[in-house]
């Protein structure tokens, strides 16, 4: 069964402080990763696809890496701000390009 | 900046009611998806469309559920006798190419009393 999997699954830091999220998935299948922001009660916005040729992606204050051969995906923010709060998805793509899940890390930054 | 958009944001049925949900995909892209979120769960996928047919769908993706493209701009799912258990967020999204950047809508809230 393809698993994704994030950890951890609630994190409550002050603001300013640089952050790891962890991504791991099962499926060696993955093709690519990609990583949303969903705000409560809304839609997925992407902030970054790391495609499989890569091994990593930034974009401002976001870097994501992905490493295939361990199954892990790792996305750092720098210098965290409370308008950072959110949860953020990891999603692998597999098969004819859908999109897997995971499990979701809740972050709260506080000032 | 282009988006895609959904409509309505929240529909409210009757179990057994045929409900249609609406989605509007960025302009040049080819590639659209329908996700589902239960309230507290994972984004599940739902099914992909390219080329006017479906190129994948889940197990979730029955016979009572249906995808179109109906004209240059529009993408529809349809769920033709709603169950309890279809209450969920449902997202549109859209790609400009295989393995491409998948872009989310806003979603549309399906309660089904």
């Known amino acids: 069964k393809q698993e994704v999997t994030q950890i951890p699954a609630a994190l409550s830091v002050p603001e300013g402080e640089n952050l790891v999220l962890n991504c791991s998935f099962t499926?060696?299948?993955?093709?690519?990763l990609q990583w949303f922001r969903q705000d409560p009660g809304k839609g997925l916005t992407s902030l970054l696809l790391?495609?499989?040729?890569?091994r990593e992606q930034t974009s401002g204050r976001l870097n994501a890496s992905l490493d295939k051969s361990s199954g892990r995906s790792t996305l750092y923010i720098a210098a965290s701000q409370p308008g950072d709060s959110a949860t953020y998805l990891c999603a692998g793509v597999r098969g004819t390009d859908k999109l897997i899940f995971g499990t979701g890390t809740r972050l709260q930054v506080f000032p | 900046e282009p988006e895609v958009t959904q409509t309505p944001s929240h529909q409210v049925t009757q179990m057994g009611q045929e409900v249609i949900l609406r989605c509007v995909p960025i302009?040049?892209?080819?590639?659209f998806y329908w996700y589902r979120q239960i309230l507290g769960q994972k984004v599940e996928f739902l099914v992909s469309f390219y080329n006017n047919e479906i190129s994948e769908k889940s197990e979730i993706f029955d016979d009572q559920f249906s995808v179109e493209r109906p004209d240059g701009s529009n993408f529809t799912l349809k769920i033709r006798s709603t169950k309890l258990e279809d209450s969920a967020m449902y997202f549109c999204?859209?790609?400009?190419?295989?393995?491409?950047?998948?872009?989310f809508g806003p979603g549309t809230r399906l309660t089904v009393l």
């Open positions: 302009s040049n892209h080819l590639y």
């Open positions: 999204a859209s790609s400009g190419g295989g393995y491409n950047e998948q872009f």
């Open positions: 790391i495609q499989s040729s890569q």
């Open positions: 499926d060696s299948a993955i093709y690519n």
